[in-house]
């Protein structure tokens, strides 16, 4: 018995929402669609939230909804996983997270901790860097140093501002209730610059030489780095290389050979220019500086 052929078409950003002045699928003229939905059977799939793997009312992105098809099941994601673990302890005796907090602690008592501090939940979320940075102050490391990449893609293009001053509050709750640790963001940069990954390496440069030289404008605190960005017209992806100083941050040196850093995003592919250009001695992007020696103690 011989079988038509079958086609999986995915269009990504195409779904079912209520008219409106922002729903470009039901203002766009499109026939086809039309007449396959008058003449054919048909279903709606939710595609955010625990029908996908992710948590209640999280929205979905083009990698969950290609898994969970390709799948045919619900596949949880990385967010969900880590926040389950959060939530029952076991994030804390992840065998690598520990030798990392470990090494920083017993090394140069130095832990950098480098992520898309953003609610989005694509690539990262802001909650797990917080809880790297608590991991790290209870193993006795003496400075968390938070490198924030500002999102404005998976959440408002303005959203930084906010989400950065919250940040800085649960980092001085950190502070507060861990004696002997300070955790600070220190400095702060545009996903655009920072998580490039079509070989545009001058990009990648510009967060090099902010997280490893310390090289950007100055300001006293990451939300007011995202603050006048936005009043210079600079939407957060964009934002350019900010160097965190006075009370807001930490002074000293960036990112130092031995150091440990730990990259907090859980989705790789916006990460793999920047981790080897930090983090590996075979490195040839671009040119970091004669005698650089990379910061290999990298999560």
Same mark, same amino acid.
């Given at each position: ?86 939530? !029952?302890?076991?994030? #804390? =005796?992840?065998?690598?997270?520990? $030798?990392?907090?470990? /090494?920083?602690? @017993?090394? &140069? ?88 990954? !079509?070989?545009?390496? #001058? =990009?990648?440069?510009?967060?090099? $030489?902010?997280?490893? /030289?310390?090289? @950007?404008? &100055? ?81």
């Amino acid at each position: 018995m011989s079988h038509p052929p079958v086609a999986l078409v995915i269009l990504d950003g195409w779904g079912l929402a209520p008219p409106g002045p922002g729903n470009a699928v039901d203002l766009a003229d499109t026939p086809v669609f039309d007449e396959l939905y008058a003449n054919n059977p048909h279903a709606t799939l939710v595609a955010s939230g625990p029908d996908v793997g992710l948590p209640e009312g999280q929205i979905g992105n083009s990698e969950v909804g290609h898994l969970n098809l390709g799948a045919g099941r619900v596949v949880y994601q990385d967010l969900t996983r880590i926040d389950r673990a959060i939530s !029952d302890g076991t994030f #804390d =005796r992840q065998p690598v997270l520990v $030798e990392a907090v470990r /090494n920083a602690a @017993g090394g &140069s008592g130095v832990l950098h901790v480098v992520g898309l501090a953003s609610f989005g939940g694509v690539h990262s979320h802001l909650a797990h860097i917080v809880e790297l940075a608590r991991m790290g102050a209870r193993a006795g490391v003496r400075e968390v140093r938070v490198h924030a990449i500002t999102d404005g893609r998976d959440v408002a293009p303005d959203a930084s501002q906010h989400d950065l001053l919250w940040l800085e509050g649960k980092l001085m709750d950190v502070e507060a209730t861990t004696e002997g640790c300070r955790a600070k963001v220190v400095s702060v940069i545009g996903r655009y610059w920072a998580m490039d990954r !079509d070989h545009r390496w #001058d =990009r990648t440069e510009r967060a090099f $030489e902010l997280f490893v /030289n310390r090289i @950007g404008r &100055s300001a006293p605190s990451a939300h007011d780095a995202a603050r006048l960005a936005r009043e210079d017209g600079i939407t957060d992806e964009f934002i350019e290389p900010f160097v965190i100083a006075g009370d807001g941050g930490l002074t000293g040196d960036g990112i130092q050979p031995g150091d440990v850093v730990i990259y907090a995003n859980f989705r790789p592919d916006r990460m793999r220019q920047l981790v080897p250009a930090i983090s590996s001695s075979e490195f040839t992007g671009f040119d970091r500086g004669l005698g650089y020696r990379p910061a290999i103690r990298a999560v």
